[in-house]
């Protein structure tokens, strides 16, 4: 990213990076097209090259968006004032929204985790997926001390737990492939229930492993 980039009022950088990750989404890294990316942000191609280096340079800086995006949920979750599977329900119904609003970018997260994004999941692996681990320990440690967590548990294998069925509940929302393995896991039933039903689910079966 440039810092022309950076200069650029709010809206305008977000219609950008939201133009690119729909783009990203759809196509794929390989198969989008810079010029796709332009047309559907509204600006031009010299524009475009004057704001990131390349098309690597752009999504990098798109996937990044995702991690913006996750430091407002974990802000407002910063403070336990109370059970901790209270706060992560509340941390679910964030995550579906969130999902809803930015869908592209929950999208492109997924696709990190591919054999082809090797070398952009080991640039942006520290941005991303450390102050998730940080902020789950924290989480289970307060659990711990309110008696809420089997203490014997390790807190960092407590919070990979954690990780797993948020991830998998965040994905669900986005991959019908993910959708589908959620399903096999909690139940066959679930096309009938809500996304918030299905984060009770969750919940209740994190509150079986944890305690």
């Known amino acids: 990213m440039r810092d022309t980039f950076k200069k650029l009022p709010e809206k305008k950088q977000t219609q950008i990076l939201d133009a690119a990750a729909h783009v990203f989404a759809q196509k ?3 198969a989008a097209n810079v010029s796709a990316i332009c047309k559907k942000a509204r600006i031009s191609n010299g524009a475009l090259y004057k ?9 990098a800086t798109t996937l990044s968006r995702v991690g913006i995006l996750n430091d407002g949920i974990a802000v407002r979750h910063a403070t336990v004032a109370k059970s901790i599977y209270d706060v992560l329900h509340d941390i679910l119904l964030d995550v579906i929204d969130l999902t809803s609003k930015n ?7 997924l696709e990190l985790g591919s054999p082809s994004m090797k070398h952009f999941s080991q640039q942006l692996s520290v941005r991303l997926e450390e102050p998730a681990r940080d902020n789950w320990v924290r989480l ?12 014997k548990l390790s807190s960092r294998m407590a919070a990979y737990s ?20 959620f399903e096999s896991y909690f139940s066959t039933e679930l096309k ?20």
């Open 162 to 181: 954690i990780d797993n069925h948020v991830m998998t509940f965040m994905f669900s929302l986005v991959s019908p492939h993910y959708l589908r393995r």
């Open 140 to 151: 289970v440690e307060e659990g711990k001390k309110r008696g809420e967590i089997d203490e």
């Open 192 to 211: 009938d229930l809500s996304d918030e039903e299905k984060a009770r689910m969750t919940i209740r079966s994190l509150k079986r492993l944890l305690t």
């Open 28 to 30: 794929g890294y390989d």
């Open 51 to 59: 704001y990131f280096k390349n098309k690597e340079d752009l999504f």
């Open 103 to 109: 869908r592209d970018y929950i999208a492109l997260y």
